[in-house]
């Protein structure tokens, strides 16, 4: 059947915005799976000239690296220097985030593959003020070599979530664990003093003292 030639310049611009439209479509999706969208309890906390850094506990849960499943990890995000900053759909000061609050971050889904990972956020949500990942901030008592799968453990007294005053517990140190530090061999991982910051996956058993797993744990200056 034979096309007027008015008719095919008609069907011709039509297939074009056919082709067009799929390929903006397509941009966009792409564009949306090159975000990555990571929601932990943060760990650490530093600033250095004038650029916010945080070391977060928790997994990735959209975007292009929310595909790994959602194994928990800790990653290294710092914040744009225009990063929006919201809680409640309000925007709030980057001095209100604190350890041991659950944030969403969402950024590129590009990260540097050294340990921990490392990306940035321009998007940061203050899900909680309190995460419900209990958070020890203590001093190290005694420490203990490990075995198995089992790192070391170690006895911390200090301000454990949903717990009054000085709180002693064990934590054990996995190979799973995140502990940015090494000791050489027969040396400890921490020494008696030290402060640290130590996350807590999986629960606590109700003894005494009390005992958990760390999903992480850093040291911090001391107070």
Excluded at 6 to 23: E, T
Excluded at 137 to 156: H, T
């Amino acid at each position: 059947m034979d096309f007027h030639p008015r008719n095919q310049k008609f069907i011709i611009l039509g297939i074009l915005i056919l082709v067009l439209g799929s390929m903006a479509g397509y941009k966009l999706l792409r564009g949306n799976d090159d975000r990555a969208v990571y929601e932990g309890t943060i760990l650490s906390i530093q600033e250095e000239n004038g650029v916010l850094g945080m070391l977060v506990d928790g997994s990735f849960t959209g975007g292009s690296m929310g595909k790994s499943g959602g194994s928990r990890t800790v990653t290294h995000y710092r914040l744009s220097s225009d990063a929006r900053i919201r809680e409640n759909k309000k925007n709030i000061a980057k001095t209100e985030l604190q350890v041991g609050q659950k944030i969403r971050l969402e950024g590129p889904g590009i990260f540097l593959t050294s340990y921990p990972a490392q990306g940035s956020a321009d998007n940061v949500t203050l899900l909680q003020r309190i995460s419900e990942d209990p958070v020890l901030r203590g001093k190290v008592l005694e420490v203990k070599e490990g075995q198995g799968d089992v790192v070391f453990s170690f006895l911390a007294q200090g301000e454990l979530t949903g717990y009054s005053g000085d709180t002693p517990i064990w934590l054990t140190v996995k190979d799973t664990s995140y502990y940015p530090f090494s000791a050489p061999p027969g040396e400890p991982y921490l020494n008696p003093g030290d402060t640290v910051v130590a996350i807590i996956t999986g629960g606590i058993m109700e003894s005494y003292p009390l005992q958990a797993q760390a999903s992480s744990v850093v040291v911090v200056p001391n107070d």
